[in-house]
């Protein structure tokens, strides 16, 4: 892709790698004992030195232990972090004072380490809500964490995953007028996830040189197209964490002007990683691109396009290859967007199967055909005659994702 700001030119393409793609950064995924299974369960991002960092998390009123921890330490280090510590298989949520002083000693341990100050030290947690982790498992997993660092960093996308098929990693390159940088991330998430920051957790890292305020403010926006647009069960989790780092190990600085160009290198990653989660989501075998157009603002199409998403009735209708057409348009009528039926549209693909209060039921079968696809796009036009627009991504609901969560803590 090549475009242009601030005339001048740009150009990203996707490579090799995940976390460590970025100079600046080791990483590593270990075993520590946390889940009974023996997979790896701890991982641990590390940049060179304190680095500008931001995070996205939880709107839940409901929040973990480590949340209330990174959020507190990125304030008291004015944007800064040298390090990212993550256990999977227990999200240490609703563990109380006991809880709490388990981050802080993670925290502790992790600082004392590598040499580092507290506030300098990110932490998240995933797994079953209510469960005590094991403040003896996870600082041994610190230690080995730390012994195992490399620019490899392959595992450290390992070390996340709980029901998830497989990791989630992408990087990309960034080519411009001032320099080469590099971006890069991984992800974790298959259920419970509508992170509304945002059970999901992605960490980014780029080795732009970028002030924390920039930083922020470009992975908020991002965030807004990308892990904010997704849903799988519309369940937004106690510990959703989504943090970026920035080395600045590229030599290349990004200002107002060049701000756009960071912006298109971190949303190549988070958007991908993005979808990544939804298309591995529990019991899902299909993806499902949902675009709102002709709502008065982009708001408004959002709220429509996750209504739509998050529909039970829709989700198995997809499953199921059944084009119905009036759970669309159900949907959107309740969402709190404005619709107008008399002037709406919905398509499956290039399949229309209503319009202006006429419905084209000829078209089902062809409909149906689109919707054996493993990657559907569903679109629906509100009606309203504005500009407003958006799309938000979501998975079939199968009978598989029922087993799974019937089973969850069994």
């Known amino acids: ?9 740009y150009s990203i393409a996707a ?49 973990a232990a480590p949340v209330k921890v990174s959020r507190a330490n990125l304030v008291s280090s004015g ?18 004072a006991e809880g709490l002083a388990t981050t802080e000693a993670t925290v502790a341990a992790t600082a004392a380490a590598l040499g580092c ?11 079953v809500i209510g469960v005590q982790l094991s403040r003896d498992k996870i600082v041994a997993g610190v230690k080995s964490a730390v012994a195992a660092l490399s620019r490899d960093g392959a595992t450290a996308a390992r070390g996340i995953m709980t029901t ?27 259920g419970m996830i509508e992170p509304m920051l945002a059970t ?20 908020r926006e991002v965030t807004g197209r990308t892990f904010n647009a997704i849903t799988v069960d519309g369940e937004c989790s106690t510990n959703d964490t989504l943090a970026a780092l920035a080395s600045g190990a590229s030599g290349v600085a990004i200002d107002e002007s060049s701000y756009p160009v960071l912006v298109a290198g971190l949303e190549a990653v988070a958007r991908t990683l993005a979808l990544a989660i939804v298309r591995g989501g529990e019991g899902a075998t299909k993806l499902v691109a ?55 549209t919905v ?7 209503f319009r202006n209060g006429q419905p084209y039921d000829e078209n089902a079968s062809e409909a149906a055909t689109r919707l054996q696809d493993s990657d559907i796009d569903i679109h629906v036009d509100l009606g309203t005659g504005g500009s407003g627009e958006a799309t938000a991504w979501t998975c079939d609901l199968s009978a598989e994702y029922v087993r799974i969560n019937g089973e969850y803590r069994t």
């Open 1 to 9: 892709m090549r475009v242009k700001v601030s005339d001048a030119p």
């Open 15 to 63: 490579i090799k790698g995940g976390i460590t793609a970025a100079a600046g950064f080791r990483a590593a995924g270990v075993a520590a004992g946390i889940k009974a299974s023996g997979a790896l369960d701890v991982t641990l991002i590390v940049a060179d030195a304190p680095v500008p960092a931001a995070g996205v998390f939880t709107t839940n009123q409901v929040q």
């Open 79 to 96: 944007g800064h972090a040298q390090a990212v510590i993550v256990n999977s298989g227990c999200a240490n949520a609703c563990t109380g």
């Open 117 to 127: 100050a507290p506030q300098h030290v990110l932490v998240a947690s995933t797994g």
């Open 164 to 190: 998830d098929l497989g990791p989630k990693e992408h990087a990309v390159h960034v080519e411009t007028a001032g320099g080469v940088f590099h971006v890069g991330g991984i992800a974790k998430g298959a």
């Open 200 to 219: 999901m957790l992605s960490f980014i890292t780029t080795d732009a040189a970028v002030p924390p305020s920039l930083l922020e403010r470009a992975l």
């Open 290 to 344: 949902i675009h709102i157009t002709g709502a008065v603002d982009d708001q408004d199409a959002m709220r429509a396009a996750k209504t739509i998403a998050n529909s039970p009735l829709v989700k198995t209708a997809v499953h199921g290859g059944d084009p119905n057409w009036g759970r669309l348009v159900a949907a959107s009528g309740r969402s709190g967007a404005r619709f107008v039926l008399e002037h709406a």
């Open 347 to 353: 398509e499956v693909g290039d399949v229309l199967l």
